[in-house]
């Protein structure tokens, strides 16, 4: 059988539920953070010299930012280029994408990273989300500074070669961003025809 080409058809095509949703926990967790953000971040920013003590961390640490600007740029990530993986992959391969990709970049960091560092942020998950992305539609036009479009493929590699900043947790990028990569790879292989860049 011929396998049919799906289009992405804007902000009437997937379901945006699971986007709303992340959207969500992750404001209720900012207007925690903003109440008590010392508790917040000890009692759910992953640390890895304690995550025998708080393996939940793996988990809650994608939910916590560290202030307004932190998370607006990640949900602004989260909303366009989520809904293009939402459009292509549908709502279950979109989360698993999403969380698996947070949870490599928190083994990463937890692999390689400062011990007695905590991290905090979505980063990994949505560097998965964009890896996986950018192998299945290459070409699609990131506005950077929100005037310049340039290949989405491009975007990433610049990512990945500015990874390596201070105080940033480019561990955990790294890690969702591989994980991207080869969830994309493994799809475009798996239902070669459906997508193209």
Not at 154 to 177: F, K, N
């Amino acid at each position: 059988m011929r396998p049919t080409r799906v289009r992405f058809t804007g902000f009437d095509g997937p379901n945006m539920t699971p986007i709303w949703v992340i959207m969500g926990t992750n404001a209720l967790a900012m207007i925690a953070y903003t109440i008590n953000p010392t508790a917040v971040v000890a009692n759910f920013g992953l640390r890895p010299d304690m995550v025998g003590e708080q393996p939940w961390t793996l988990l809650t640490s994608m939910f916590v930012h560290g202030g307004t600007g932190h998370i607006l740029m990640n949900m602004l990530m989260l909303y366009f280029f989520g809904r293009f993986v939402l459009g292509l992959l549908g709502e279950n391969r979109f989360l698993l994408i999403y969380f698996v990709g947070g949870l490599a970049g928190s083994l990463l960091f937890i692999l390689i990273g400062e011990p007695g560092a905590r991290v905090i942020g979505a980063s990994g998950a949505l560097y998965g989300v964009m890896g996986t992305l950018a192998v299945l539609q290459p070409r699609i036009k990131v506005l950077v500074f929100f005037m310049i479009p340039v290949d989405l493929w491009l975007v990433v590699v610049a990512g990945g070669v500015l990874l390596r900043q201070p105080d940033v947790a480019w561990e955990a990028h790294l890690g969702g961003l591989a994980l991207g990569l080869v969830t994309g790879f493994y799809f475009r292989k798996k239902e070669r025809g459906s997508y193209w860049g």
